[in-house]
């Protein structure tokens, strides 16, 4: 028998325990002076002692509680009250077997008082070797307070424990003779039978159950899935067939007939019932679900089977999303993005606070670099859903893209005034990096750097804003000692990536570090920037001031190819470098 933890709220040693009883016992023989007008009314002297000992247990001076309580006992044994007392202290002290003998007193000498019956069951309960005398306690208690079910149904487990199973069909019937037929009951009994191998008299109850509720289909239903379940499939199938008969569209026979067909891999006929059931105005959405979630495991490869309903219970069900949400759920894992944008599409459109959907819908446009979807994907997620932070990140990057810098600039004032302390560093240093980018294209370059230097408070290590920062600083040259330190922390960060390895070249050109700037800049060439107009014309500008004016020559005629800068053209035409 499994036991629960008894929990200890107070732990004293015996040894305590015994010298503060002497101490309370002290207490007694005093008070006992100023009871001299009782002596002789042994009803009132008890019930002095026993008030007393509760307002001692309640302020918890439970020495003296336990004293009084005692001396109650010695005034009248007969009374049941400080026996129960007495046991709850010794449990409160964990001193399990006094709390046994004094809760069985307890009992004894007041059986119809439920506490007491409770604790005494549940003192042995807590002890492993009194199961059999728990079960036994709890058994009188059954019969004692008949009113409470709930200690049948305590009964029933602690058989079920023991694997006693005659006890628990008797218990159930007990229940049934109180409460009357019930499926739950019957559903108990035939399990329990089948557990006994008394396969007959199984079945026999579950059709007890259909006889005394004849009219109600769901009975009939439960047996024939119960005879599916357990290879009777001939039985099933004509107990199926006759509810259908009396009632064609009742939803759970068309789906227990379903499963019939899935048993039986009747494939076609299996189809149709599961087309019955989503096409049936009168079945739970949760019963549609179920059957798609089954057919889409069993039919793993008929995609084209698989979409074909999913398709024609969207257009039955056109105010219902859970079907839509799950379709969206099998094209993403057949990876069909094209055809999964719709359905979320028509998802949002029946409910526009379904972030997730919205969530997805955005991926798929950022993926095609589809700014003007972005908009109007993340400005209607701002409005339904507008504590999700994303939207606005997506936002203000696409309305960089639309080259709307006034609305992006909205936009990031707009969550950054919402951001709190749970709102990751990192992003708040982003959007104040947005915010900067948005100056730059304004040519605000004072609240530029002020926006960067925001950023960097937030996130001292953000590569994307360091290396902005010190490539305008590099364009404008001014502060160069300083564009050299943050352009040398990303690429320390980053090796290899060309965009960095550009930056960091060109801020060394600046200060006229020509050799330097020549390794950085053919790293960045091997490295991706031999794409890059501009990088190419900055080697060719890099490698003019290291005499190598052939070579640069071509650097700047590649540039003008991939379109570099406006003085491209004058450089070749002249060739020699200009500053711009």
């Not at 949760?286 to 698989?306: G, H, P, S």
Request: glycine share 4%; aromatic share 12%.
């Amino acid at each position: 028998m499994k036991r629960s933890v008894l929990r200890i709220v107070c732990c004293m040693s015996l040894f305590l325990l015994i010298t503060l009883k002497v101490n309370a016992q002290e207490k007694v023989e005093k008070d006992s002076v100023l009871l001299e007008t009782l002596v002789g009314n042994e009803d009132r002297k008890y019930s002095y002692y026993f008030l007393e000992g509760m307002v001692q247990k309640n302020k918890g001076n439970l020495d003296d509680a336990y004293a009084l309580f005692t001396h109650c006992i010695e005034i009248d044994p007969a009374k049941a009250e400080a026996y129960y007392q007495i046991g709850a202290l010794n449990m409160n002290m964990n001193q399990l077997p006094d709390a046994l003998t004094s809760f069985q007193k307890a009992v004894q000498l007041d059986s119809l008082n439920y506490w007491y019956n409770e604790s005494f069951f549940f003192a042995l309960y807590n002890s492993p070797e009194n199961e059999e005398e728990a079960i036994k306690q709890l058994e009188l208690m059954t019969h004692r307070f008949p009113d409470k079910s709930a200690l049948q149904f305590q009964l029933l487990d602690l058989y079920a424990q023991s694997q006693d199973y005659d006890k628990i069909i008797a218990g159930l019937n007990q229940l049934e003779r109180k409460l009357g037929k019930s499926e739950q009951i019957s559903m108990q009994k035939f399990k329990v039978y089948l557990l006994k191998n008394e396969e007959k008299k199984a079945f026999s109850e579950m059709g007890d159950l259909v006889s005394t509720y004849p009219n109600d289909l769901k009975y009939q239903v439960i047996l024939a899935d119960l005879y599916l379940n357990n290879g009777k499939k001939k039985q099933a199938l004509t107990l199926l067939n006759k509810v259908l008969e009396q009632d064609p569209d009742f939803p759970m026979a068309i789906y227990a007939l379903a499963n019939y067909y899935n048993e039986t891999d009747q494939k076609e006929k299996y189809i149709s019932e599961l087309e019955k059931i989503l096409y049936n105005p009168k079945a739970e959405m949760d019963l549609k679900l179920n059957l798609m979630r089954q057919y889409i495991f069993k039919a793993q490869e008929d995609t084209v089977q698989i979409m074909g309903l999913f398709e024609k219970a969207i257009e039955l069900n056109p105010a219902d999303d859970q079907i839509p949400m799950l379709y969206t759920q099998y094209l993403m894992s057949q990876k069909k993005e094209k055809e999964t944008k719709p359905v979320l599409e028509h998802i949002l459109k029946l409910d526009p606070t379904n972030t997730p959907s919205r969530l997805m819908l955005l991926g798929m446009a950022i993926r095609e670099d589809d700014y003007k979807k972005v908009i109007e994907i993340c400005e209607g997620g701002i409005l339904s859903s507008p504590g999700t932070i994303e939207f606005y990140f997506y936002l203000a990057i696409a309305y960089n893209q639309a080259e709307d810098y006034e609305k992006l600039l909205s936009t990031v004032s707009q969550v950054l005034a919402v951001v709190d302390e749970s709102t990751p560093k990192e992003l708040i240093s982003d959007f104040y990096a947005l915010r900067g980018d948005g100056y730059h294209s304004l040519s605000q370059y004072d609240k530029l750097y002020e926006a960067y230097d925001k950023a960097l408070e937030y996130n001292p290590t953000n590569s994307g804003v360091l290396n902005n920062y010190a490539y305008y600083l590099s364009i404008q040259r001014k502060d160069l000692s300083k564009a050299e330190a943050m352009s040398k922390k990303t690429v320390e960060a980053e090796p290899k990536n060309p965009t960095f390895l550009d930056t960091y070249a060109w801020i060394l050109f600046e200060l006229k570090r020509y050799t330097e700037a020549k390794v950085y800049i053919d790293a960045a060439l091997e490295n991706g920037g031999n794409e890059s107009g501009v990088v190419i014309e900055h080697a060719g500008d890099i490698y003019f001031k290291l005499g190598e004016k052939e070579k640069a020559l071509e650097y700047w005629i590649q540039a003008e190819e991939l379109g570099a800068g406006s003085m491209i053209t004058s450089k070749i035409k002249k060739k020699k470098y200009i500053a711009e």
